[in-house]
T-cell receptor
């Protein structure tokens, strides 16, 4: 399967804490994207990091990419209850030019 | 402006019946994608359309699944002779182009339940 894997599958933290989610993939990529999904419905694009980038920031989000290890991490700082959602990484494969989604991390942020 | 819309939002059908799911992409987006998401799982790619090019059907799980895109805009995903394992949320997405680094915009999905 081309599907990436995310770790942990579920994460439960308190408001104000940081949340870190990891993504591993299998193939060479053009870029890696992170998406958020609320309540099993449509996904919202959060951030894109290109294969020649190592770190990227957007607001409270920090994404790292290590192409030698074929892994990425998403850090959400100072989490809020509204951050509760599922988070998916998606890789754009150099061979197929399609997004391949990971299995997702379910994040629960308690007030 | 309007985002990607899908209809119906929920569909319950009996095993063996055919269903049609509709997707209205963002105006001006040339690429359109269909995905399937089973309960608690990641997204499974089904098919994509790019402009007037032949669609990439490599993700369709069986010949009971088909999709078309009329006039480069609205798309319909058809599932014939539905089976219980077809129960899932079907998500549509569009992007300005199909190419490296283009963000996909997702619709709210259609939850299909086959009884």
């Amino acid at each position: 399967s081309q599907q990436g894997e995310e770790d942990p599958q579920a994460l439960s933290i308190q408001e104000g804490e940081n949340a870190t989610m990891n993504c591993s993939y299998k193939t060479s990529i053009n870029n890696l994207q992170w998406y958020r999904q609320n309540s099993g419905r449509g996904l919202v694009h959060l951030i894109l990091i290109r294969s020649n980038e190592r770190e990227k920031h957007s607001g409270r989000l920090r994404v790292t990419l290590d192409t030698s290890k074929k892994s990425s991490s998403l850090l959400i700082t100072a989490s809020r209850a509204a951050d509760t959602a599922s988070y998916f990484c998606a890789t754009e494969d150099t061979g197929f030019q399609k997004l391949v989604f990971g299995t997702g991390t379910r994040l629960l942020v308690s007030p | 402006g309007a985002g990607v819309s899908q209809s119906p939002s929920n569909k319950v059908t009996e095993k063996g019946k055919d269903v049609e799911l509709r997707c209205d992409p963002i105006s001006g987006h040339t690429a359109l994608y269909w995905y399937r998401q089973s309960l608690g799982q990641g997204l499974e790619f089904l098919i994509y359309f790019q402009g007037n090019s032949a669609p990439d059907k490599s993700g369709l799980p069986s010949d009971r699944f088909s999709a078309e895109r009329t006039g480069g805009s609205v798309s319909t995903l058809t599932i014939q002779r539905t089976q219980q394992e077809d129960s899932a949320v079907y998500l549509c997405a569009s992007s300005l182009y199909h190419g490296i680094g283009y963000e996909q915009y997702f619709g709210p999905g259609t939850r299909l339940t086959v009884t």
